[in-house]
Structures are given as C-alpha cells and as structure tokens.
C-alpha cells in the first residue's frame, strides 16, 4: 500500500480534512521543541487551520531533543500526518500539513540554534513534559538562580559545551544570544507543559542558565524575550498498532505514525507577544490576562483525576481510563474527591465553574475511542504530585479541611512505585527518580515506607515532616498492600474518607 505524502494526497477519500494552503512553500515562523503526540494534535492543528485561513509565514520546524523516531516517520511522508478525533462513536480523519522541517537536536543541535535565530522565526513552543525543564522544584517567587537545578546532567552539560546544547534551556539560551549579538527584535516562547506559571518558570531558568554563563544578555532577555504562560488541553494518547490501522483504513494509504484524540481541545494563552500572532481565536483560543485559574483548574481537577486512577490502576491491572472510570465506585470516589476535597480548596475565582467542568471531564474520561493507558499517565510521578495532588494537600491544611481520599492518592503513587501488581507481576515503573524512589516504597512497613518516601524533600517540600499527612498516608498503603485497589476503593474511599480525618 502507498505511503501518505505529497504525491499520495490528492487520492485521499474526498471525506478526509487536508490542508487548504500549500504546505511545501508554507514558510517558517516557529519552532517547536518536543515534536510527540501531544504537539501533533494540538498547537500543529491550530497552526495547520491559521494557515488554512490564509495566515502566512507559520508553519513549523519540529525538533526531537533526543530520539530520531518522529524525524524518521514523517520525513518519507513530508512532515503530513493523520489527524484522528475519536468521540468514541465515529472518527474523522484530517491531514495536518504545518509541519514543515524536522530536526533532531541530539544529532544537529547548531541546526537547532540557527532555526531559533533565524530572523523568520517568530515564536518557539515547548511540549518537552515536566521533567524536561532542568528545574529544581523551588516554587514561583524564589531567586531565578535556585528555580535552576545546575546540577542536572544535562543542565551541567550545557554550561560546560554552551556550543553544543542538548538540553531545552541550553539550545534555547544559545539561540536567543545570537539573536541578541545580531540585534535582531525579540521572540515570543510559549511554554505548553502541565507546570504552574510554565512561561515564568522558563524566564526563570533561562536568567538562571545566563546568570552563570555570564553573557551580559540578561537585560536583552528581561526586556525583548515574552514568555507568557499558557494551558493547554486535549487528551491525545500514544500511537499504536490499532490507531495506525484506523488510519490506514479511513485514509486508504499508510501513515507511520498518525495520532488519535478527543474532539475537545482548549488552549489559554496569556495575550503578550514579542511579535505578531496568528488569529488563533478564530480557532477558539482564548488570550486573556492571567492564565492561573485556568491552569489551577485543569492540574488539581483533570490531572489530579487522571494521576488517582493511574496509580490506582496499574497495580490492579486496569489498562486504560475509560475502563477505570466505568466502574460505578471508582467514578463516586474521583466524583467525591473533587467535590469534598479539591473544589473546597480552590481559589473562589473558579469555585463557580468547577462542577461543571468536572461533568465535562467525566464525559471525557469515558471516551471508548482512545484507550488512553494508565501505564502512560502514570509515569513521571515525582514531577506530576507536587502541582496535581500536593498543591491541593496544602490548600487544605491551610483552611482545616479534608485531605483523607487525597493522602489515599499519595498512597497510590508508593504503591504504583513498588513495580509489583496485585497478582504478584513485576512491571516497570517510569520515573526519572526511580533509582532513589523504588527501595523506599518497597520498604515493608507502610510507616517506615512513608516517612522514607517524605524524606526526599525535592517532592514532599514543606509537606516532608507533616504528621498528619504522614499519618493517613501510611494507613492507606497498608490497605492498598493488604486488599488491592478495587476493594480499597470500593469499600474504604467514602467510608474512611467520612472520619473527617484532617
Ligand atoms: C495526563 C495528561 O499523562 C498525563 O499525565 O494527565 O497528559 C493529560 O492527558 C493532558 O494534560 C490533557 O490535556
């Protein structure tokens, strides 16, 4: 069977969506780091319909940071690929052509640095996941040069060889010194990952990364660079074997890595740029003032619902949320988390319109479309607790109220940590702290097993020596340990959760 490409477009069925413009002349104006899923079904489909709109110089250049795997699908395809929304009933298939160049910083990092400094380019985004920033954990409000964490290997590197980046910051900063030395205008960089104030915290670490390097770039960066914060929102699972063969069929050609998702899709953007920008809100993105509530919404709600049956579900052998959140008692316990323990503890700016969009998220969760694995949405843990569930622990302590089904959560993620299901299976855990993490969760007593977990400061912060938490933490691992998640939920998420214990 043919392969998508240019060649193959025009006989595509006339059913399926393809870019109005032409993509092979499309010129370059941004650069995206982090070229996975996510990006696909996202900024690149609102990007692709600015330019089917008549919006021009917009189409990107994708880098891979490290594997060549996206680079090596689509370059035979020309930068298209499939587009599927799945509302779990029907599936419609639309080709995006915004992707225009494909690099791979690991193999071609001063490609990288050109691209960014070209006088053409006009914004960078970022979807390069938690982990991928180089940041220590200190919070929003701390000193530039402690948000940095100059020891991470590939921070370190890059302070070291500045010429050959590998990391997010340091090809970033590299390109951004030789924008400033050519005296070309500013850039706009747009943070698109689950972080709080991502844009500040950016701004942050590339001042940080320039402080050491002592470049004398500083005040360029603080006056020509705007990195306004943003939020982002579409659940776009990976790519397997049954989503190629959807697209193969839907689309009659190959397409090495298509990308599935939901209908909904939403994309806040905090309205300051450096430059132009293309009418996105045609597109239904908001540009507004201050982006947190925005944020705070979708991390403590979404995220948060998303990470409980994650760590819930893997030791118990659940592959995927929709088959989580059918079962009656799981949908009750995320239900009375958000409405008893999460809602209460939100800024009352937000209060009004949460129980609405926690409609809309159970609707999502239950999309039989996209078989979204826990195992995905479980990884990283170490990076996702603090901003999903932790954040909600604190607000809570602070007004007296419930954190009884949330330690439950913190409870969940040692035992997912553990890499040992409820049949007795190993599995492999993913997180970047893993090494460290692992030994302690698998400590045999729940107790010791907390108050070791609770010592890696770097996750628990000001919450490390918290009796209380500690407390109601340790007494949930045990059950989980003794009875598996499933009865767990069932019988002890509401009861126990009434003791009011806080
Ligand atoms: C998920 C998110 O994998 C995860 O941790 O919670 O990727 C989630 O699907 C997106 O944030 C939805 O916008």
């Known amino acids: 069977m043919k392969r998508l490409s240019a060649a193959t477009l025009a006989q595509l069925p006339g059913q399926v969506l393809r870019p109005a413009y032409e993509p092979r002349s499309a010129a370059i104006g941004v650069v995206h780091l982090g070229v996975g899923n996510f990006f696909r079904a996202h900024q690149a489909a609102y990007l692709d319909e600015a330019m089917n709109d008549g919006a021009t110089g917009w189409g990107v250049c994708g880098v ?6 996206t680079r090596d699908a689509l370059a035979p395809q020309d930068g298209y690929y499939t587009l599927i929304e799945s509302d779990g009933g029907t599936a419609r298939a639309r080709v995006i052509g915004s992707l225009r160049e494909l690099l791979v910083a690991h193999e071609q990092p001063q490609s990288v640095v050109s691209r960014i400094a070209d006088p053409a380019t006009r914004w960078v985004t970022l979807t390069i996941t938690e982990k991928g920033y180089g940041h220590s954990g200190a919070p929003a409000g701390a000193e530039p040069a402690a948000r940095l964490d100059a020891t991470h290997p590939d921070i370190a590197h890059d302070l070291a060889h500045p010429d050959q980046p590998r990391s997010a910051v340091g090809l970033l900063h590299a390109a951004l010194l030789q924008r400033h030395r ?12 689950n972080l709080s104030c991502n844009g500040d915290l950016l701004r942050d670490l590339l001042l940080a990364f320039d402080r050491i390097r002592n470049t004398g770039a500083h005040g360029w960066i603080v006056d020509e660079v705007c990195l306004p914060n943003t ?6 699972p990976r790519t397997g074997q049954a989503e190629r063969a959807l697209a193969e069929e839907l689309l009659g050609v190959t397409d090495a890595w298509p990308v599935i998702t939901e209908p909904f899709r ?3 953007i905090e309205d300051r740029f450096a430059g132009p920008r293309p009418a996105l809100e045609q597109s239904g993105v908001q540009f507004v003032r201050d982006v947190r509530p925005y944020e705070t919404m979708k991390l403590r709600l979404l995220n948060a619902a998303h990470s409980t049956m994650a760590w819930l579900a893997v030791p118990a052998g659940i592959a995927t949320v929709d088959q989580a959140i059918a079962t009656p008692a799981w949908r009750d316990f995320i239900q009375a ?12 700016d937000v209060v009004e319109a949460a129980p609405a969009y926690c409609d809309s ?4 969760f239950a999309n039989p479309g996209l078989a979204h694995l826990t195992a995905q949405i479980a990884m990283d843990g170490s990076q996702k607790l603090p901003l999903r569930i932790l954040s909600s622990i604190r607000a809570n302590l602070l007004r007296n109220l419930p954190i009884d089904r949330l330690s439950l959560v913190v409870a969940a993620w040692i035992r997912y940590l553990e890499g040992i299901d409820e049949q007795g299976r190993a599995y492999a855990p993913d997180d970047p702290l893993l090494p460290q993490l692992q030994p302690l969760a698998r400590e045999r007593n729940a107790g010791a097993a907390v108050r070791g977990m609770f010592t890696d400061i770097a996750v628990f912060g000001d919450l490390a020596g918290n009796q209380i938490l500690a407390g109601r933490t340790a007494h949930w691992l ?12 069932a019988h002890d998420g509401l009861r126990d959760g009434l003791s009011g214990a806080h």
């Open 478 to 489: 045990a059950r989980l340990r003794q009875s598996g998640s499933r009865d767990v939920v």
């Open 337 to 348: 988390m958000w409405r008893e323990e999460i809602i209460p503890g939100l800024d009352a």
């Open 231 to 236: 939020m982002v929102d579409r659940i776009v």
């Open 266 to 268: 939403q994309w806040v």
């Open 182 to 193: 050519a005296r070309l205008g500013g850039l706009t960089v747009l943070s698109c990952d």
């Open 64 to 69: 891979s940071l490290r594997a060549p795997g």
């Open 361 to 364: 998220l159970l609707a999502r």
